[in-house]
T-cell receptor
């Protein structure tokens, strides 16, 4: 069982729809990353959050550390949002240094149709 | 700031050959991590370098080795290539916080190197 689970694996939406992608994790963490990967392969960091909610434009990320669950929401979705969205977590807070050994979910492939 | 740069972008190698991938971290970052992403899967951690030493390693065989240079750039070497080594290899850089508790820093990823072993 993967320590970081995402759902759904694939998501197709119509332009303008509200999107929710979920991430559950079994590892003990103090923060979680949401990443976006476009077909070319490059990964962009969207959010890193350890509590509550963060918002950037049409993207909103929430996390509940106690329930070990995070969600990524996209409001007013657009075809350019089509990408793979990945959540990732460092496995142990008692790790000296930066988060090199992130554990990644398998990703959610989002397609937004015009 | 060029961010994290990786080279080459694409590479085709024959089974049994050796390959070297390169990564330059974002300016101001001294920590480089390498990940392997097979098709349809999430990235898997290979290893991490800072202060020119391998600091952490994932579950990868010794055929995977690396190096970090004084300018913080890094190389990933894979020997005796197998067909299963075909993947996207991602490099991520981050600043090392230096303390146990403040490990949560934003990661910056390169575009990756697509390695195909035939």
């Amino acid at each position: 069982k993967n320590e970081v689970e995402q759902s759904p694996q694939n998501l197709t939406a119509q332009e303008g729809e509200f999107i929710t992608i979920n991430c559950s994790y079994s590892v003990g963490i103090s923060a979680l990353h949401w990443l976006q990967q476009h077909p070319g392969g490059g990964i962009v960091s969207l959010f890193m959050l350890s509590s509550g909610k963060k918002k950037h434009g049409r993207l909103i990320a929430t996390i509940n550390i106690q329930e070990k669950h995070s969600s990524l929401h996209i409001t007013a979705s657009h075809p350019r949002d089509s990408a793979v969205y990945i959540c990732a977590a460092p496995p142990n807070i008692y790790y000296g240094g930066s988060q090199g050994n992130l554990i990644f979910g398998k990703g959610t492939k989002l397609s937004v149709k015009p | 700031d060029a961010g994290v740069t990786q080279s080459p972008t694409h590479l085709i190698k024959t089974r049994g050959q050796q390959v070297t991938l390169r990564c330059s971290p974002k300016s101001g970052h001294d920590t480089v991590s390498w990940y392997q992403q097979a098709l349809g899967q999430g990235p898997q951690f290979i290893f991490q370098y800072y202060e020119e030493e391998e600091r952490q390693r994932g579950n990868f065989p010794d055929r995977f080795s690396g190096h970090q240079f004084p300018n913080y750039s890094s190389e990933l070497n894979v020997n005796a290539l197998l067909l299963g080594d075909s993947a996207l290899y991602l490099c991520a850089s981050s600043p090392r916080t230096g303390t146990v508790r403040t490990l949560n820093t934003e990661a910056f990823f390169g575009q990756g190197t697509r390695l195909t072993v035939v």
